[in-house]
């Protein structure tokens, strides 16, 4: 099969990276714009995720036959709608409709949705610029702490926990009245903090069926034991412990079937991944958020684990077959370990030169913000790379990524060394 994948990050790679392994190189592999490491499974093509011309035009000049969505941004602003058009609608297109995208792309939405299926998740109120006054009155009486979300996308940076309603009010204002996070927070939802530990759960979905990939549990602090900024991830391991089988069975019961339920319901195209941002409290699971597509960095340890060919998944979603997909799974734990530019998540330099990513041993390096510069990759962003590894403990795993990762040199390089430190012996 002839497939483009969208996107340019560790993601993508990991994807790309599936396909052709668990594919046996049976697919002829694009990605759009891709890295330095994308080339190494498939051809890079030039093209912006949004830019939807250029990639239609692409798609009927290579006889393209399945389109993989890998960002939110593409899928937000209308990719699969583009493919409705008459000449593209051949194409499989993996990724929801904008109006489905809004599970992500307006946390107002996802929430009111949620409420209507009856999806445990935290108590919520929603205020826009009109509603100030009654958010700062309703602010004052909140419980403490106070979760503050920007309705939109905000790249990963737009929610505030605040532990005092002096602060609640500030960062309330500076979102809704200064736009803090620009558009995004043009609506502002006001959230009651869920005290309890974080995990993610993946599906891929054709809005009726669904098949559960491994989960994951990431790490989006900057500092170690999770201190410091938020960041898009710092790490990420698979499998949960904690995530039991009766637990497994609670998030499937009372959130993925009432979530798909409520797609078909709706008559909500979606054809696609569904990753479902997981808190449990007192052994019960409440959805924190829901994404459009798979997460950065968990998608580093999801598809390693998947022993599954990613895009025979997808062709039976496209082709309503899911009910006879039987996903494998390595029995083994992942975990990666994302290496960034110093001064992440905050302003950091780029064209260091990179060395090492050949020494890494049996690791698998995605790479994330690179780019080649006259023969040479170098650093091209915040989250630069990631070293996976396997083991038989997350312990073990951990130390081989973290091994990896010595191996590996650029300036200024920084990297979290405790990445499922909980989870350790």
Not at 85 to 91: D, F, Q, R, V
């Amino acid at each position: 099969m002839k497939i483009l994948i969208l996107g340019g990050g560790g993601r993508e790679h990991a994807l790309a990276w599936n396909i052709k392994e668990r594919g046996q190189g049976k697919h002829e592999l694009f990605i759009a714009p891709g890295n330095p490491g994308t080339a190494q499974c498939g051809t890079n093509v030039a093209i912006g995720v949004t830019d939807f011309n250029a990639i239609g035009k692409f798609c009927l000049d290579h006889n393209i036959e399945m389109v993989i969505a890998g960002p939110e941004e593409p899928l937000v602003k209308g990719a699969w709608d583009h493919f409705q058009k008459e000449e593209l609608k051949h194409i499989h297109f993996i990724g929801p409709s904008q109006f489905g995208a809004q599970l992500e792309g307006s946390k107002a939405f996802a929430k009111a949705f949620m409420q209507r299926h009856h999806i445990p998740t935290a108590a919520y109120r929603e205020f826009s610029v009109e509603q100030f006054e009654d958010g700062v009155n309703y602010l004052k009486d909140h419980s403490l702490p106070i979760v503050l979300k920007a309705d939109g996308l905000a790249a990963g940076k737009g929610v505030v926990i605040c532990d005092n309603h002096t602060d609640a009010i500030i960062e309330f204002e500076a979102m809704l009245m200064q736009s803090k996070f620009g558009d995004a927070s043009k609506t502002v939802v006001v959230e009651q903090f869920l005290d309890g530990i974080e995990m993610s759960v993946f599906i891929l979905t054709d809005g009726k069926e669904y098949v559960l990939l491994p989960e994951a549990k990431d790490y989006k602090r900057i500092g170690e034991k999770d201190t410091g900024l938020n960041t898009g991830g710092m790490g990420a391991v698979s499998p949960v412990p904690f995530a039991s089988d009766d637990f497994m069975q609670k998030v499937t019961d009372k959130i993925i079937k009432p979530t798909v339920d409520g797609l078909s319901k709706e008559s909500i195209h979606y054809t696609g991944f569904i990753f479902i941002g997981l808190i449990k409290v007192h052994n019960e699971p409440y959805v924190i958020e829901y994404n459009c597509r798979m997460g950065d960095p968990e998608t580093e340890v999801v598809m390693p684990r998947l022993k599954n060919d990613l895009a025979d998944i997808c062709l039976a979603a496209a082709q309503n077959k899911l009910s006879g997909v039987e996903i494998e799974t390595d029995g083994r734990c992942a975990v990666t370990v994302v290496a960034v530019s110093g001064g992440y998540p905050g302003s950091f330099e780029k064209g260091y030169k990179i060395g090492g990513i050949e020494e890494a041993g049996d690791a698998l390096i995605f790479q994330a913000g690179t780019k080649e510069k006259d023969g040479q990759i170098v650093t091209n962003g915040g989250r630069v790379l990631c070293a996976t590894s396997f083991a038989d403990s997350i312990t073990a795993a951990a130390a081989k990524s973290r091994e990896a990762l010595s191996k590996i040199k650029f300036d200024d390089m920084y990297y979290r060394k405790d990445i499922g430190y909980e989870f350790q012996a």
